[in-house]
């Protein structure tokens, strides 16, 4: 009986699984929430998510992995147990699994990703650069001699690319995302107006007016906080054009790494793009005015793929098939190899 081939994108703010011949099986937020006392998983996923903020000291919701990669392992591998278990269900073979990480992964944390999925009841894990991908995953042909370039914001990091004859020519990965979007807001709202707001409400600030270029009739929202003089809640009508000013600083980080990886490229190759494009993933890659707003800075035309959020899942399980991991337990796309980091191969 053949076993089920999952790829799972192991995001900051998501968690999404793609499994053979079925397609995306999961969408949900990598959180957890645990009894504060004896570390007992009481809730996972978007019933998790939406204890942050809100839980008695009985009770911690933590969001286990901080900008690409595992913080708290134990709660990590909870969670992925929990998640593999509800794909898997019934199912008597383990699966096997393609895990994507950022390019700035260290060798320590790429072994502690793979403990965590192998603990979580997958037998066989290898590991797929996040760039590599999202650019599979959002439909580019990475095997041609051709250059490509994908630059996929997820909510830790933001991993930019360029991919030729199944490599990465250049690439760069940073450590700033959409959470930091998300403090960014609740920090220019404490400080200007002494409003404060949690992360959730950032959240949905940035997702209902958050934008990267100014938007016509600057439209504005309610956003309940507290009053940090006071200590009373109380409402405040937050605009765009001040979301915006919110955003600046991350927005730049995330432009100054894509720029960089441009200055980096080959001359044919950024001839390539230049002709192509850039494509956009991952959930930030839905801002409004993101792609606008790259192509103004890098003279380059830009545009989001389609169903960005799910491009990294896609493409980490279609890779396995693509480049014949299974069969030969190399990793021929990536630096990384299955023979270094995972010693009893595929």
């Not at 134990?74 to 969670?79: F, G, L, R, S, V």
């Not at 699994?97 to 072994?111: C, F, L, M, N």
């Not at 600083?249 to 960089?260: H, S, W």
């Not at 830009?302 to 299974?326: E, H, I």
């Amino acid at each position: 009986m053949p076993g089920m081939d999952l790829g799972i994108d192991l995001g900051t703010s998501q968690v999404t699984i793609y499994a053979s011949g079925r397609g995306i099986v999961l969408r949900e937020p990598s959180v957890i929430a645990v009894d504060s006392h004896t570390g007992k998983m009481i809730a996972c996923g978007q019933e998790a998510y939406a204890m942050l903020g809100r839980t008695p000291g009985s009770i911690e919701a933590v969001r286990p992995l901080t900008k690409g990669v595992i913080s708290d392992y134990d709660y990590a591998e909870q969670m992925l147990r929990h998640f593999v278990r509800r794909v898997c269900a019934y199912k008597i073979l383990k699966p096997r699994a393609a895990v994507s990480i950022p390019a700035s992964v260290t060798e320590v944390e790429q072994r502690s990703v793979i403990e965590a999925v192998r603990a979580a009841g997958a037998r066989r894990v290898v590991l797929i650069e996040e760039s590599m991908a999202a650019a599979i995953g959002a439909g580019l042909n990475v095997a041609e001699p051709r250059g490509s370039m994908v630059v996929d914001i997820g909510g830790g990091t933001t991993d930019v690319a360029v991919t030729s004859l199944k490599g990465v020519a250049s690439s760069l990965s940073v450590r700033v995302g959409g959470n930091d979007m998300d403090e960014a807001i609740a920090r220019y709202l404490h400080n200007k107006y002494n409003h404060v707001i949690g992360v959730l409400t950032a959240e949905q600030v940035k997702i209902q007016i958050g934008c990267a270029l100014e938007q016509e009739g600057d439209p504005s929202m309610p956003v309940k906080g507290r009053n940090a003089v006071t200590g009373l809640p109380c409402v405040r009508e937050v605009r765009a054009s001040e979301v915006l000013e919110a955003l600046r600083e991350p927005l730049e980080q995330m432009i100054a790494a894509v720029q960089r990886v441009i200055e980096n490229t080959p001359p044919e190759l950024t001839g390539d793009i230049l002709e192509s494009g850039i494509i956009l993933t991952g959930g930030v890659a839905q801002l409004n005015g993101m792609a606008e707003w790259m192509t103004r800075r890098t003279g380059v035309a830009c545009r989001v793929a389609d169903n960005p959020s799910d491009c990294v899942a896609v493409g980490t399980g279609m890779a396995l098939k693509y480049v014949g991991v299974l069969s030969s337990g190399v990793y021929d796309i990536s630096r990384f190899t299955t023979s270094a980091l995972d010693p009893e191969g595929l």
